[in-house]
């Protein structure tokens, strides 16, 4: 399995950021994915999870300024952020893993994940 993320930058306060992930060898319609992300010293932070029948769950410091969405099919999948902060300042990862549901989580365990992006919000 290879989750690979890109889009990350730098962006000021307030303003939007689209991450992109590709995922292979997951099987999309047994799996569910997500995003989670790290800053330095803090605890990994999990984002949201979409189930494999299209279900998302969001963690409630993202709740209405993230969204998640896949163009055609299940790949690749987008993370669109706006009105971004600098707490959101992080390492930001797409994960996956090998059950359809989210247990009605932001934050499953989740078995792979990518290389990581930084997105950094600073003016």
């Known amino acids: 399995v290879q989750l690979v993320e890109s889009g990350g930058g730098l962006v000021q306060p307030g303003g939007s950021l689209r991450l992109s992930c590709a995922a292979s060898?997951?099987?999309?319609?047994?799996?569910?994915i997500g995003w989670f992300r790290q800053a330095p010293g803090k605890e990994r932070e999990g984002i949201l999870c979409?189930?494999?029948?299209?279900?998302?769950f969001y963690a409630d410091s993202v709740k209405g300024r993230f969204t998640s969405f896949r163009d055609n099919g299940k790949n690749p999948m987008y993370l669109q952020m706006a009105s971004l902060k600098p707490e959101d300042t992080a390492v930001y990862y797409c994960?996956?893993?090998?059950?359809?549901?989210?247990?009605?989580?932001?934050?499953?365990?989740?078995?792979?994940w990518g290389q990581g992006t930084q997105v950094t919000v600073s003016s």
């Open positions: 994960a996956g893993r090998n059950q359809r549901d989210c247990l009605g989580s932001a934050s499953p365990p989740w078995d792979y």
């Open positions: 060898g997951l099987a999309l319609d047994y799996a569910s």
């Open positions: 979409i189930s494999s029948d299209e279900i998302t």
